[in-house]
């Protein structure tokens, strides 16, 4: 080829438009862990009788969220014989198994599985928790009982794996091992518990221990936050006794704050709003903190403020200009300015119906100006959250509600969104479902 025509070919490569890129989804909340799907050319209305499905594959019982990655789709289910719908609140052991699938991303079908035995004593033995979590080619799994595995990606080959119970002499919490683990650097950090382990950071290619920190009655349930503040990076921890920070890189304690979750359970990840944090708990319990500027510290804005805030349980609350928007443990969404805590409106949002139940769920993800919103009802709303309500736009029905809470039928899974689709499963089935504008 001469000079010319290659400079020809050059031009006209550096002229044509860029190819859109599909993202991954390849962790719990998508690619930055802030629920925001940033891809272009999505439906703003569902066409007539819904989107399409473009293939539905099999699966167990389980919560865990399918994750996406490099063309493949990664999700975890538990298979027994017994029937685990039993009342909320309680233990009863349950033998099964559960699983770790690999599933091609265009067709739904089986590319790998591994299987292994766990007894179960939790309370919603329905199955996992934890969204698989891929990286570099690793895909990272997390079960309802401790089994934390690291697989080959492409052929789900164990690179390692730990039984978090065993290794670390501690026991599950009331509703299992559901704090989703993150990739910090060289490391995969997760809550254990145990003494002086409540959080332990492994190596990722390697599994072996990096640090560990913190001693807590049980694990609590609630991912962790990197954030900088005072000049450092930090690890911020909302445990069932305190609210504490840590260096990521050596699990050395920057400061604590006492912070009592009823029944250990504070379920969602701190929230940053500027120079506070937000973290809400069962029961009405909230903290407000003011996160000092020159050094790593913390100081009490406000804590179990009465009618302020909000207690999580089962849905990421969503910050956004100063506002946070969320589902209430006792039910209804709620959207709260910060740092006040004043609450601007309730409501049932998009789970709908006359009144909220309890523990109402759907899981909401930003796109663009609005949302898309996977209710507990199995349906999929499209709408948008200001200060003066939720506007719905439209919504469909995908799923049914295969499980069971408070007496009334449930799907609590967390989406997936990737390659302008949507990844989502109940109880039976995990279905790709098409989104792409027309």
């Known amino acids: 080829m001469t000079l010319r025509n290659l400079t020809l070919l050059a031009s006209a490569l550096l002229a044509a438009p860029a190819l859109a890129r599909a993202d991954d989804w390849p962790q719990w909340m998508g690619p930055k862990r802030d629920n925001v799907w940033r891809e272009t050319g999505i439906v703003e209305k569902f066409p007539k009788g819904g989107p399409k499905v473009l293939w539905r594959t099999p699966v167990a019982g389980g919560y865990a969220g399918p994750s996406v990655s490099g063309g493949l789709v990664f999700v975890t289910d538990y298979v027994t014989a017994a029937d685990v719908k039993i009342p909320n609140f309680d233990r009863k052991e349950f033998s099964g198994t559960e699983r770790v699938m690999c599933l091609d991303q265009k067709t739904g079908k089986e590319k790998w599985k591994h299987e292994y035995p766990v007894k179960y004593a939790i309370s919603y033995p329905s199955g996992p928790r934890c969204t698989p979590t891929a990286h570099d080619g690793k895909v990272y799994t997390l079960g309802a009982e401790g089994n934390l595995f690291c697989f080959n990606a492409e052929t789900g080959k164990i690179a390692w794996e730990k039984e978090l119970k065993k290794e670390y002499k501690t026991k599950s919490a009331l509703w299992g091992y559901a704090a989703h683990p993150l990739v910090d650097g060289k490391n995969l950090v997760t809550l254990v518990g145990g003494e002086g382990s409540h959080v332990v950071a492994f190596n990722l290619e390697t599994g072996k221990e990096v640090w560990k920190a913190g001693t807590q009655s049980e694990q609590g349930y609630s991912p962790v936050l990197i954030t900088e503040a005072g000049g450092k990076r930090q690890m911020i921890v909302a445990s069932p006794k305190a609210v504490y920070s840590l ?97 601007l409106w309730t ?81 039976k089935e995990i279905i790709c479902v098409d989104l792409a504008a027309k």
């Open 247 to 343: 260096d990521p890189e050596t699990g050395k304690q920057y400061w604590t704050t006492p912070f009592v979750a009823d029944s250990g359970c504070v379920v969602m990840t701190p929230v940053r709003a500027g120079e506070h944090l937000f973290v809400g708990a069962y029961h009405g319990k909230n903290l407000l903190l003011k996160l000092t500027a020159d050094k790593p510290g913390a100081e009490v804005v406000w804590r179990d403020k009465k009618g302020h805030g909000m207690s999580p349980v089962n849905v990421q609350p969503f910050l956004q200009d100063g506002v946070l928007y969320g589902y209430d443990d006792e039910g209804g969404m709620i959207a709260a300015e910060l740092p006040s805590g004043k609450r």
């Open 347 to 427: 409501g049932t949002g998009p789970v709908g119906g006359e009144e909220a139940k309890g523990s109402d769920t759907a899981f909401t993800v930003k796109n663009g100006d609005r949302f898309f919103f996977f209710a507990e009802t199995g349906s999929l709303a499209i709408g948008k959250l200001t200060p003066k309500g939720y506007a719905e736009i439209d919504r469909t029905k995908l799923l049914e509600p295969t499980n069971n809470a408070f007496g009334r039928k449930v799907v609590w899974c967390a989406p997936a969104f990737a390659d302008k689709k949507m990844y989502v499963r109940n109880d």
